[in-house]
């Protein structure tokens, strides 16, 4: 039973277009986060949602909208797709009150902006 | 602001020789701290943590990893290395209060096992 998925795995997509990547967790945690993974392997922290609020917005283009449609989902959808947006996007999820609890993440997606 | 750095892109080390990844942090009081690994293609994975006690915490698949207060590090060891030990590994920092929940990851360290 997977803890954090993701999907899709992969997305190949062309310039100009507007794309989602949707986020589930089974774990029962309040807190959902988004990190930009990017070509030189560096993880940065887009959003954070605390029982379906916003707590995180990082300096993101605001291009970037997380939707948060219950605890357990954290969906990310980016419209007017650029080349440099060309990363991996892990969704992670984490007891928020819990500080000392480790965050849980998903296997990524490999978003490819042509 | 809190921030932690790997000051190794890559670390090599034969196979069955002990190994060191280094992290150090900046932080106000003391955070808790992380270790993750991540396998090509594939999601972060938690290895340890350090909340609070002893300075050596004891994780998955024989990792260690020192808690030094007076230097604000946090190594990662292991004492006999591993072939299948090659990944390339994340320290990680979350501090104990505020309203930041968010892990503050380092540049990553890539772990090369020679045979």
């Known amino acids: 039973d997977t803890a954090v998925s993701q999907t899709p795995k992969y997305l190949v997509t062309q310039m100009g277009n507007d794309k989602s990547i949707k986020c589930e967790q089974n774990?029962?945690?309040?807190?959902m986060y988004w990190y930009k993974q990017d070509s030189k392997k560096f993880l940065k922290i887009m959003f954070s949602?605390?029982?379906?609020?916003?707590?995180i917005n990082e300096t993101v283009p605001n291009r970037f909208s997380p939707k948060s449609p219950d605890k357990a989902h954290l969906n990310l959808h980016i419209n007017s797709l650029e080349l440099g947006d060309s990363a991996v996007y892990f969704c992670?999820?984490?007891?928020?009150?819990?500080?000392?609890?480790?965050?849980?993440f998903g296997q990524g997606t490999r978003l490819t902006v042509v | 602001a809190q921030s932690v750095a790997q000051p190794e892109d890559q670390v090599n080390v034969a196979e069955g020789n002990p190994l060191t990844v280094k992290c150090t942090y900046s932080v106000s009081g003391n955070p808790y701290l992380f270790w993750y690994v991540q396998y090509p293609n594939r999601g972060l994975q938690f290895l340890l943590k350090?909340?609070?006690?002893?300075?050596l915490v004891k994780g998955s698949y024989g990792f260690e990893a020192e808690f030094n207060k007076s230097q604000t590090s946090f190594h990662l060891k292991k004492p006999s290395a591993l072939v299948s030990d090659s990944a390339l590994y994340f320290c990680?920092?979350?501090?104990?209060?505020?309203?930041?929940?968010?892990?503050?990851f380092g540049s990553g360290t890539q772990l090369t096992v020679l045979p």
């Open positions: 992670a999820s984490s007891q928020g009150g819990q500080l000392n609890t480790e965050a849980f």
């Open positions: 990680a920092v979350r501090p104990r209060s505020g309203s930041a929940r968010q892990l503050t």
């Open positions: 949602y605390n029982n379906k609020e916003l707590i």
């Open positions: 774990l029962g945690h309040d807190t």
């Open positions: 350090y909340i609070t006690g002893d300075n």
